[in-house]
């Protein structure tokens, strides 16, 4: 299949690289070292931004990584966010997904500069996940999976469907999450208003991930690798008249 190098709209709520790093050093010693490798263009913040990290976001399926939303700090510049957490580092567009061929070297910026902390010791895992809303869609008109319970007369208003298989390899997980009611920031009447929003999220998870602190090219390449896997699921899942209302790019 032919892939298109982008999408406009494109969709994307989050864009989440999930890396996990082995390390000798406590990680309250780690977090000063980390802040002082890392250059002025980044600023620091122990307060959310306003686009929230998903709380999902721990299916990225590192069971033992400790991928949980404390004891952390959070790094921003204009593109990127940085979310430090001990033994891993998550990154995060900003408002918009700045496209992969922006995103990929804000990542190995960052991590060079991590890595100058000699705190890192080697990596051991990668998690690369993107979550896309479509307001007032249903799923049945874009992507290629019709949902039944083997009855013509229920019509299903909405529903939650998740498969995990092997990828080459690594694993890839598809949630896929149609006309969920999601609270829209307004209110009517004293009542929170809720728009029905379809959400595709693919999550693909490097397995066997071992590279030395000295391999960061390679390292990327495995990141890119698997952003590629990713993008490859997501526009096989598309139909193509709706792919049309994306205005491909190739």
């Not at 061929?101 to 996940?129: C, H, M, T, W």
């Not at 869609?137 to 007369?153: A, E, Q, R, S, Y």
């Not at 998870?205 to 490859?232: P, T, Y």
């Amino acid at each position: 299949m032919k892939i298109p190098k982008k999408i406009s709209p494109d969709h994307i709520k989050q864009s989440v690289i999930a890396i996990r790093y082995a390390s000798s050093i406590d990680f309250e010693i780690a977090l000063g070292m980390f802040f002082n490798a890392l250059d002025e263009t980044y600023i620091y913040t122990n307060r959310p931004l306003n686009i929230k990290i998903n709380e999902r976001l721990t299916a990225v399926n590192f069971s033992d990584s400790g991928l949980m939303f404390n004891n952390s700090s959070l790094f921003f510049n204009d593109k990127i966010k940085i979310e430090i957490q001990k033994n891993s580092i998550i990154f995060n567009c900003l408002d918009e997904y700045i496209s992969w061929i922006n995103y990929a070297p804000e990542i190995k910026k960052a991590l060079g500069q991590l890595l100058n902390a000699k705190v890192i010791d080697s990596f051991n895992g990668i998690g690369v996940r993107y979550i896309s809303h479509y307001p007032n869609v249903d799923l049945k008109n874009c992507i290629n999976f019709n949902f039944t319970f083997g009855m013509p007369n229920v019509i299903s208003k909405s529903y939650s469907f998740k498969s995990e298989f092997d990828l080459s390899g690594d694993v890839a997980i598809i949630n896929l999450h149609n006309k969920m009611p999601l609270f829209d920031n307004k209110f009517e009447n004293n009542q929170p208003v809720t728009i029905p929003v379809s959400i595709v999220d693919i999550d693909i998870i490097g397995k066997n991930v071992a590279f030395r602190k000295d391999e960061l090219d390679n390292f990327m390449e495995k990141i890119s690798a698997l952003h590629q896997k990713e993008k490859e699921i997501f526009f096989t899942l598309l139909k193509d008249d709706f792919l049309l209302t994306l205005n491909p790019i190739y």
